[in-house]
T-cell receptor
Framework: GAVVSQHPSWVICKSGTSVKIECRSLDFQATTMFWYRQFPKQSLMLMATSNEGSKATYEQGVEKDKFLINHASLTLSTLTVTSAHPEDSSFYIC?????????????FGQGTRLTVV | SQQGEEDPQALSIQEGENATMNCSYKTSINNLQWYRQNSGRGLVHLILIRSNEREKHSGRLRVTLDTSKKSSSLLITASRAADTASYFCATDPPQGAQKLVFGQGTRLTINP
């Protein structure tokens, strides 16, 4: 099946710094990628939809200036957590779908554990 | 936003037994998918059932879908310790949306 690679798998940063997370589709072109956030023992909350070559679409309540998304190519989307604070500590997961097909599965990255200290 | 509820939230059974998890959703769907997540990892797709299908099988997995009740179930037969994970259902909103909405998940523990 298709592969989505997410990097880094974990990161620890100081409060106030920014962190960039990369999501790559390795063997297919993804015009759309999705970024999720997951708290311990909870489900995935969709943060935003990343569209290649255009602005991301953010879900209600997600600060677009806080979580910057760039989808510059058909194989790479990045999520930058700006001025991170401890409450931003979470597990972030990206996914991609082959949007030319209907009813297709989503392929997920392995996730990034962000800890802000 | 979360689409629906999964039940039970946690399930612990003995190896070899069958595990059944349920998922309910609120809005119209194009399809419903089940995913598995090992602790601290990404999600792995298990099975997809379309809105016009009622039952689907894949190996030890059996999924049912009742659109009139807006519910689905995932049955894992002859469970193994390696099946220990969290299981999520996800719905695809009507055609064109392409963003999956996840249920709350069921944490399944298989005791050897």
């Amino acid at each position: 099946g298709a592969v989505v690679s997410q990097h880094p798998s974990w990161v620890i940063c100081k409060s106030g710094t920014s962190v960039k997370i990369e999501c790559r589709s390795l063997d297919f072109q993804a015009t759309t990628m999705f970024w999720y956030r997951q708290f311990p023992k909870q489900s995935l909350m969709l943060m935003a939809t990343s569209n290649e070559g255009s602005k991301a679409t953010y879900e209600q309540g997600v600060e677009k200036d806080k979580f910057l998304i760039n989808h510059a190519s058909l194989t790479l989307s990045t999520l930058t957590v700006t001025s991170a604070h401890p409450e931003d500590s979470s597990f972030y997961i990206c996914s991609a779908r082959i949007v030319d097909w209907e009813n297709t599965e989503a392929f997920f990255g392995q996730g990034t554990r962000l800890t802000v200290v | 936003s979360q689409q629906g509820e999964e039940d039970p939230q946690a399930l612990s059974i003995q190896e070899g037994e069958n595990a059944t998890m349920n998922c309910s959703y609120k809005t119209s769907i194009n399809n419903l998918q089940w995913y598995r997540q090992n602790s601290g990892r990404g999600l792995v797709h298990l099975i997809l059932i379309r809105s016009n299908e009622r039952e689907k099988h894949s190996g030890r997995l059996r999924v049912t879908l009742d659109t009139s009740k807006k519910s689905s179930s995932l049955l894992i037969t002859a469970s193994r310790a390696a099946d220990t994970a969290s299981y999520f259902c996800a719905t695809d909103p009507p055609q064109g949306a392409q963003k999956l909405v996840f249920g709350q998940g069921t944490r399944l523990t298989i005791n050897p």
